[in-house]
């Protein structure tokens, strides 16, 4: 019967514990410390939001289902939806130009990035809901020719479809830049070497680029679509009611600002929220095609 005292089992990952020597975990007095504090902080955080009647929480619950706030809601969806898919078609456009063997359509595709991202977004918007003023009516016709169809301007390009123009444009820029740099992820090495062996165009992009660009791209993809669900305030310059804007209205004829900036708050963190879990579930879902290959 052995009479030696037990010795601790060593962490995975490191070397065994000799026999005889027992494991003395090192201690962190000052990290202890630091969560105490951080405790003590936050509780006075909460105890003050709680308790402060300032905040008026019944006038954040009283709003947070008002008609008005979720009309903005829905348009801010549909702002960021619209933008969001028409800057990743062009976005695409541009990113195969810029990364085309065409010197020309390279330089044109590098000018645009360089322009719609060098300008602010609020710019691109009012330039494109105020459009009328430079030209009242857009005609179609024969270039330099007899023009044959007139549309005025006002009604063609509304609010909100010149909000979308001037997103999307925006946007655009940014997510060529995102899809070129998870196309040049992939060595061209591969692309030779997937012709070498018969694929088709199809069976390359499905099997060779896909699984290589969809990993890289997919996190910044989001980070530009979340960051363009706050973009879209800035229709709050355009006459376009978003959700920002709608808060801002109720609060001036309550002067409720605050509470009114809570309500907002929360649905921009809402839709942050279900946009992460989409990303989430598309990085797991483009994880497990992977394993399968």
């Known amino acids: 019967m052995s009479t030696a005292a037990p010795t601790a089992t060593a962490p995975a990952g490191t070397e065994p514990t000799p026999p005889g020597l027992a494991l003395v975990r090192r201690k962190h007095p000052w990290r202890l410390v630091s969560y105490a504090l951080l405790a003590v902080i936050l509780a006075m955080l909460a105890n003050s939001v709680i308790t402060n009647e300032r905040w008026r929480w019944d006038v954040v619950g009283e709003y947070l289902f008002d008609e008005m706030v979720l009309g903005g809601l829905v348009t801010t969806i549909v702002l960021t939806a619209g933008a969001v898919g028409v800057g990743l078609v062009l976005g695409s456009l541009i990113a195969g130009m810029r990364l ?35 030209y009242p009516v857009i005609s179609l016709g024969i270039p330099f020719g007899p023009e044959f169809l007139f549309f005025d301007t006002n009604l063609l390009v509304a609010p909100v479809v010149g909000a979308i123009i001037g997103l999307s444009f925006n946007e655009s820029a940014y997510l060529a830049e995102v899809l070129r740099g998870g196309i040049a992820a992939v060595p061209p090495g591969q692309l030779e070497a997937a012709r070498a062996v018969g694929m088709t165009p199809g069976q390359i992009r499905r099997r060779v680029l896909a699984p290589q660009i969809l990993p890289v791209v997919i996190p910044p993809f989001f980070n530009n679509v979340i960051a ?66």
């Open 100 to 134: 085309s063997s065409s010197r020309v359509l390279s330089t044109i595709a590098g000018w645009y990035i360089w322009f719609f991202r060098g300008v602010p977004v609020i710019v691109q918007v009012i330039f494109w809901v105020y459009l009328a003023q430079l």
């Open 228 to 293: 363009m669900t706050k973009t879209t305030a800035v229709v709050i310059l355009a006459s376009v009611t978003d959700l920002f804007s709608a808060v801002m209205e109720i609060g001036a004829r309550n002067l409720q600002q605050t509470p009114l900036l809570l309500v907002a708050t929360f649905w921009y963190l809402v839709l942050t929220a279900a946009l992460s879990l989409l990303q989430l579930g598309i990085e797991r879902l483009v994880a497990r095609s992977a394993t399968r290959r």
